[in-house]
């Protein structure tokens, strides 16, 4: 019976908001707590959402890697195999973007049944990892609050249906208008009462045109849109149309908020095949693009605004077109499997880096062009000239077959010395094999470290997690390279870099250097280093 009362009175107040005995829980403290929970509920949210997402990205490049060894060797067969594949595994990965859900195919090839079971397993772990990643965040985040209400002075419930209840109401909820000043005294301004709230540090300024589908030129703007966002979701708008104004609200269930949107179309766009790029408009908050317009779609733009700094963020851009002539360049590499860099930008669709074999579209003229794949020499067109379509094929050379000396750098050594010194402006070039462990779990990783998106090492980028870095901008247990006694910097993915300083090359795990820390540590990697002297003065 009192379990039941406890529930009620929960409920009650849920639904009422405050009463003013809680007048407290919206002082200026709680409100920053509230902004930093809210912030770490959502993020949670959207890792689990991600972490499905991640399952499936890299199913569609295990597909995308066979379909290119299928074509290479011409079997028939295995192409329409690995393309059946490759379809339903993009269908699945936009729909779970657009809705959160996940549509498995309702038929598929003999071939797939096996694939595609083992695939839906690693969602189902994926998808057990994150609600134990949500549960988590609450059960910290209650103990929070409830500890924080106890400093105010606020009384919660002990039942912890009704306690779980009030949070929520909490998060939810608009602050109550403060009590009535006394006669004779001056009233507070709401901007002391309740001062801006921020959360999380903000992140580096991105550049002015911060994502283009491909090259153009002559560029004209379409229209602008603009929300005030209080968490992450995904939108769309169709661009293909008449010029006008539309307005809408976007809820968000899992944050309990509703964001409210306006896109202006400022010209008329006819059904067609354009370059597409996305304008930052002054210090807004910018979107990823998931999917953008085409006859395909319909014009749609479909995109998903990030997590935000603040509650509420202002979050604007102008979409701009280009008609201009494009020429198609094939690129084919042996091996398979290269990023394409075009005029110092990696190649994207959507959000996806493309990878070789690939067609990409230029406007004509001079580009250039670097071909990278981990395990070979980079692949360098620093003056392409392209007026027409053409092929390019390109047989990358081993890092391997290059001179130099080989290093191994053990997970439990500090700063190993690797016996080579560099001039400002040589090139580094690194061929690495093994894997290392420096996690609690004993989780090996390669030089890339334990990927922070990945559900699986979350733990190791929570606050006391006891996963101490030397540098916090890279992941934990990735590879670190320090010149002399110069900051250290990542090699992660690069295996190659350009000397900023001269001195002796040093490389270490992304661990702190205490011994207290590194005494479970395990593995080590062995690295091939070859240097090319450079010009640079």
């Known amino acids: 019976m009192m379990r039941a009362v406890a529930i009620w009175l929960g409920l009650v107040i849920a639904a009422y908001g405050a009463t003013s005995v809680d007048q407290a829980l919206y002082g200026p403290e709680m409100m920053a707590l509230r902004a930093a929970i809210s912030n770490e509920l959502a993020a949670a949210e959207s890792?689990?959402?991600?972490?499905?997402?991640?399952?499936?990205?890299?199913a569609l490049a295990d597909w995308e890697t066979e379909l290119a060894e299928r074509r290479r060797t011409r079997n028939i067969r295995g192409i329409a195999v690995a393309e059946d594949a490759r379809m339903a595994l993009q269908r699945m990965l936009e729909e779970l973007e657009k809705t959160g859900r996940v549509e498995w195919p309702s038929s598929l090839r003999r071939e797939l049944t096996e694939p595609f079971q083992r695939l839906r397993d690693r969602m189902e772990g994926a998808e057990r990892t994150g609600a134990d990643l949500v549960a988590a965040a609450e059960r910290a985040a209650l103990e929070r609050f409830r500890t924080a209400a106890s400093r105010v002075g606020v009384s919660l419930p002990q039942e912890p249906d009704a306690l779980r209840a009030r949070f929520h109401a909490w998060l939810r909820e608009p602050p109550p208008s403060p009590p009535a000043a006394a006669p004779g005294t001056a009233p507070v301004a709401r901007s002391e009462a309740e001062p801006p709230i921020a959360a999380a540090p903000r992140r580096t300024e991105p550049p002015e045109f911060f994502a283009q589908s491909r090259p153009g030129a002559d560029w004209i703007d379409v229209g602008i849109w603009r929300a005030e966002s209080r968490g992450p979701d995904v939108y769309e708008i169709t661009v293909f149309g008449p010029a006008g104004e539309r307005r809408g609200e976007k809820s968000n269930p899992v944050l309990g908020r509703t964001t409210a949107w306006s896109?202006?179309?400022?010209?008329?766009?006819m059904p067609g095949a354009y370059s597409w790029r996305l304008r930052r408009l002054g210090t807004a908050d910018v979107v990823d693009v998931i999917e953008w317009p085409s006859p395909s779609n319909d014009g749609r733009l479909i995109f998903r605004t990030r997590m935000p700094s603040r509650l509420p963020a202002e979050t604007a851009f102008e979409v701009q077109y280009s008609t201009s002539r494009l020429v198609s360049v094939d690129i084919r590499t042996d091996p398979p499997g290269a990023l394409i860099e075009i005029n110092g930008?990696?190649?994207?669709?959507?959000?996806?880096e493309v990878r070789t074999p690939a067609t990409v579209h230029v406007v004509?003229?001079?580009?250039?062009?670097?071909?990278?794949?981990d395990g070979y020499q980079d692949a360098v067109a620093p003056a392409l000239r392209v007026d027409s379509n053409r092929t390019i094929t390109v047989k990358l050379a081993p890092l391997k077959d290059l001179p130099g000396r080989t290093v191994t750098v053990d997970a439990q050594s500090v700063w190993t010395d690797s016996g080579i010194a560099v001039r400002r402006g040589d090139r580094v070039r690194l061929s690495i094999e093994g894997e290392w462990s420096?996690?609690?779990?004993?989780e090996m990783t390669g030089p890339q470290g334990y990927d922070p998106r990945d559900l699986?090492?979350?733990?190791?980028?929570?606050?006391?997690s006891g996963a101490p870095k030397q540098l916090e901008s890279a992941p934990y247990g990735a590879l670190l390279v320090r010149i002399g006694t110069n900051?250290?910097?990542?090699?992660?993915?690069?295996?190659?870099?350009?000397a900023s300083a001269e001195g002796p090359l040093l490389f270490d795990i992304n661990e702190s250097t205490d011994p207290s820390h590194r005494r479970n540590n395990r593995g080590a990697l062995k690295l091939k280093i070859s240097v090319q002297p450079g010009g640079a003065p």
């Not at 900051?487 to 350009?498: C, D, K, L």
């Open 345 to 352: 930008q990696p190649h994207r669709e959507g959000l996806r």
């Open 487 to 498: 900051s250290p910097m990542a090699v992660a993915g690069s295996r190659g870099f350009v």
């Open 263 to 269: 896109w202006r179309q400022n010209r008329e766009v």
């Open 364 to 373: 004509p003229g001079t580009i250039s062009m670097k071909l990278s794949l």
């Open 438 to 442: 420096c996690g609690a779990r004993g």
């Open 47 to 58: 890792r689990t959402r991600e972490g499905r997402a991640q399952v499936l990205r890299q």
């Open 456 to 464: 699986r090492f979350s733990h190791y980028y929570l606050a006391g």
